[in-house]
């Protein structure tokens, strides 16, 4: 039929011979130069990314480790190295590695090999694959990457976590239907909005103390975990950013407002206390010191008193230099859950309630 015949579906005239240098075609002074380092910029950025992306791919099938720093120098160095001699540009290409490793090469020596293979081509062989079908390199690469395509990950990856699940499919998607860098841009992309997800909505859950321990635990998670009465132990699971500091605000004073509701309905003790553990909080920029300022005055008009439990020392820098620690009360911030629940207990049970003599002062007093 005529639409299969004819140059459209050959690989065509190629031309033989090696390329000749380039060094001396090299212009530093063109008026284009600034669009030349823009283009060369973008394309070692995803050349590099790519090459990475695959190399460690592979690496997983040959448990070895792989080193992006090393592969970085190694990519400029072939490519600054490559531009003084017409070479094409230097990157660990999916097909090309595919084909490789199915072939069954071991070691780097492989790729010396192929190297005299194709300058043997390119020299003598050319005119030879004039008329060869392209249907047939197609064939070969297919042929290679089914070798790699791990289903079973897939399915173990979908068992563990939907989300990782959803972002290898995406990548998949892109690679088969686009190229290696669409797939990767997809997969990337989606993997930095998970990110932020997590950082704008970082997870706070209650604690409760699990019997016979001194030991603060997820309620949700340990079932045997109880709470403590007149006292709330919140646990904040991230850093405070500016980006997460309105989600935070809101979740506490909704849980504030659960656990008064759990109280009223139970005919328990009234609520007093609000623990915040900070175990895991490792960075505080200034629109989390505010929120805590915010969260402090709500807390306040509700007559209740807010207590930090385990701040971490970047944390407590910040809050030094902001004075949010003396608007707190150096009494009311101490190393562990255990240490804080304890005194709250203690001013609990005290018939005159008085912070700075009753009680013994928090840990933090001499920071």
């Known amino acids: 039929m005529p639409a299969f015949s004819g140059e459209y579906i050959q690989i065509g005239k190629l031309k033989k011979g090696i390329n000749p240098l380039s060094f001396g075609d090299l212009v530093f002074v063109s008026p284009y130069l600034t669009t030349a380092f823009k283009t060369g910029v973008i394309t070692g950025i995803i050349s590099m990314a790519e090459g990475i992306a695959v190399g460690r791919s592979f690496s997983m099938f040959k448990n070895y480790h792989i080193d992006g720093n090393k592969e970085m120098i190694a990519f400029g160095m072939m490519n600054v190295v490559g531009s003084c001699t017409s070479c094409y540009l230097t990157t660990g290409p999916f097909s090309r590695s595919a084909v490789n490793y199915n072939a069954g090469c071991k070691t780097a020596m492989s790729n010396v090999i192929m190297a005299i293979a194709v300058m043997f081509t390119l020299l003598f062989l050319t005119p030879l694959f004039h008329y060869t079908p392209l249907v047939v390199l197609s064939a070969i690469i297919i042929a290679a990457m089914l070798g790699l395509i791990d289903y079973e990950a897939a399915i173990h990856l979908w068992k563990v976590d939907k989300f990782d699940f959803v972002i290898c499919m995406s990548a998949y998607i892109g690679v088969v239907f686009g190229s290696v860098e669409i797939g990767l841009v997809i997969a990337v992309a989606i993997s930095v909005m998970r990110v932020l997800l997590f950082v704008a909505r970082p997870r706070t859950f209650v604690l409760g103390n699990l019997p016979n321990s001194m030991d603060y635990r997820n309620v949700d998670q340990y079932q045997s ?74 807390i306040d008009r509700r007559g209740l008193q807010l207590v930090l439990a385990n701040p971490g020392g970047e944390v407590m820098k910040k809050m030094n230099k902001s004075e949010l620690i003396e608007r707190i009360g150096q009494q009311w911030i101490y ?26 002062p928090g840990v933090w007093n001499n920071v």
């Open 335 to 360: 190393l562990t859950v255990a240490e804080a629940v304890a005194a709250c207990n203690l001013m609990l049970h005290t018939t005159k309630p008085d912070p700075i003599k009753d009680q013994e």
């Open 225 to 298: 975990a109880s709470n403590i009465p007149g006292i709330l132990i919140l646990e904040i699971d991230a850093p405070i950013y500016f980006a997460n500091t309105n989600y935070l605000r809101e979740r506490i004073i909704r849980w504030i407002n659960d656990e008064e509701d759990r109280i009223k309905s139970a005919g328990e003790s009234s609520l007093q206390y609000v623990i915040l553990d900070m175990s895991a909080v490792a960075n505080i920029d200034t629109s989390g010191i505010s929120m805590f300022d915010e969260v402090k005055k709500l």
